[in-house]
């Protein structure tokens, strides 16, 4: 089997930071999409995200991008990494990083500053609804922007 693009990426240096993963043409249906790694923390050498602050991450994050004016109709997919450390966002087009800054900044100023029911958060909408922890998906929605989104540079835009 042919390895997968993320897989090829060298964990052992990749640092936060907003990356194209891959830009890819769906063969059915002839669109483009491209798939960014928003990556939290730095992998095996910073703590992983613990699952409930990721979901909460996940339900807030879903619910802003795609009632965003600009990015709904072009929001294919967001959701977390199975390692934690991050999580895919997936859009119509070929886009780069800097394009999509706008949006990733927003969705996570939306989550630091959210305050009130985490949307899908009831029994009937989500299969694990309890598994939520706002305090901590805002700490770490903080500390993305205050350590990485908020003064972004090339090197945090494309892998190495």
């Given amino acids: 089997m042919d390895k997968i693009a993320s897989f090829t990426v060298d964990h052992l240096t990749l640092e936060p930071g907003v990356y194209v993963s891959r ?3 769906d063969l059915a249906t002839g669109a483009v999409v491209t798939t960014f790694d928003l990556r939290l923390t730095a992998p095996n050498r910073e703590p992983v995200m613990n699952t409930a602050e990721v979901h909460t991450i996940e339900h807030l994050g879903a619910t802003y991008v795609r009632n ?3 990015w709904a109709s072009r929001v294919v997919y967001f959701g977390p990494m199975g390692c ?15 394009d999509v800054l706008p949006l990733v900044r927003g969705l ?10 985490i949307p899908g958060a009831r029994p009937e909408e989500c299969g694990n609804y ?31």
């Fill in 130 to 160: 309890l598994d939520q922890n706002l305090p901590a998906a805002q700490w770490w929605a903080r500390r993305y922007l205050e350590r990485t989104l908020n003064n972004i540079d090339e090197a945090h835009l494309a892998y190495a």
């Fill in 68 to 70: 965003d004016p600009a």
């Fill in 84 to 98: 934690r450390t991050g999580f895919y966002l997936v859009v119509f087009g070929e886009v780069p990083s800097r």
């Fill in 23 to 25: 830009v890819d043409r």
């Fill in 108 to 117: 996570f100023e939306f989550v630091a500053e959210f305050a009130g029911d």
